[in-house]
């Protein structure tokens, strides 16, 4: 098993472009959860998923949108990418909203 | 958004030595967890915790849950090089939507000293 995958691990993309990050799990969770996490700042929610065409907002949306077509991936997109979402991207996977949650080895984006 | 006071923010110590870092909220949580983040990668989880007062180690690793479900601490023993990363406490409870959702502290760094 993979686990949690991500594509792609680094990206550079200048202000008012747009990309989609993929995040793929093989473990066939329900749930599944897009982070950020800045310096010194912990990780923090963007959007999340209960379940194979539902998404919801995390703690930190605006600017993020989420996609969740086939229950074993999670897009997240940033349609005008802005200087303040540079950041590392981290994908989750769950069972349960209650159970472990398996991380991603990350997406390092940079905008300049 | 809700708040983990993750503490200290940093370490360095000798290897053989041992460690401690806690976490402390305003709110209560059902679960605590501890995670461990090594360069480049995302986090593992190490311990979970469930229950108030709950006491639970993983090899050299001890942590506790709060009698007040407000805090935890985690204990290393015996710290070895490959202990070196970012160690993050979670708070989990459950949010406005129904689903249980981690709220993350900043993160101890630890660094051990050959």
């Known amino acids: 098993n993979a686990g949690v995958t991500q594509t792609p691990k680094f990206r550079v993309l200048k202000t008012g472009q747009s990309m989609t990050l993929l995040c793929a799990q093989d473990?066939?969770?329900?749930?599944m959860y897009w982070y950020r996490q800045d310096p010194g700042m912990g990780l923090r929610l963007i959007h999340y998923?209960?379940?194979?065409?539902?998404?919801a907002k995390g703690e930190v949306p605006d600017g993020y949108n989420v996609s969740r077509l086939k229950k074993q991936n999670f897009l997240l997109g940033l349609e005008s990418a802005a200087p303040s979402q540079t950041s590392v991207y981290f994908c989750?996977?769950?069972?349960?909203?209650?159970?472990?949650?398996?991380f991603g080895p990350g997406t390092r984006l940079t905008v300049l | 958004g809700q708040q983990l006071n993750q503490s200290p923010q940093s370490m360095f110590i000798q290897e053989g030595e041992d460690v401690s870092m806690n976490c402390t909220s305003s709110?209560?949580?059902?679960?605590w967890l501890w995670y461990k983040q090594d360069p480049g990668e995302g986090p593992v989880l190490l311990i979970a915790?469930?229950?108030?007062?709950e006491l639970t180690s993983n090899g050299r690793l001890t942590a506790q849950f709060g009698i007040t479900r407000k805090d935890s601490f985690l204990n290393i023993s015996a710290s070895i090089p490959s202990d070196v990363g970012i160690y993050f406490c979670?708070?989990?409870?459950?949010?406005?939507?129904?689903?249980?959702?981690?709220?993350f502290g900043k993160g101890t760094k630890l660094s051990v000293i050959p």
């Open positions: 915790l469930y229950k108030a007062g």
């Open positions: 473990m066939n969770h329900e749930y």
């Open positions: 979670a708070g989990q409870q459950l949010s406005g939507a129904g689903s249980y959702q981690l709220t």
């Open positions: 709110s209560i949580f059902n679960t």
């Open positions: 998923s209960v379940g194979e065409g539902t998404t």
């Open positions: 989750a996977s769950s069972r349960r909203s209650y159970n472990e949650q398996f």
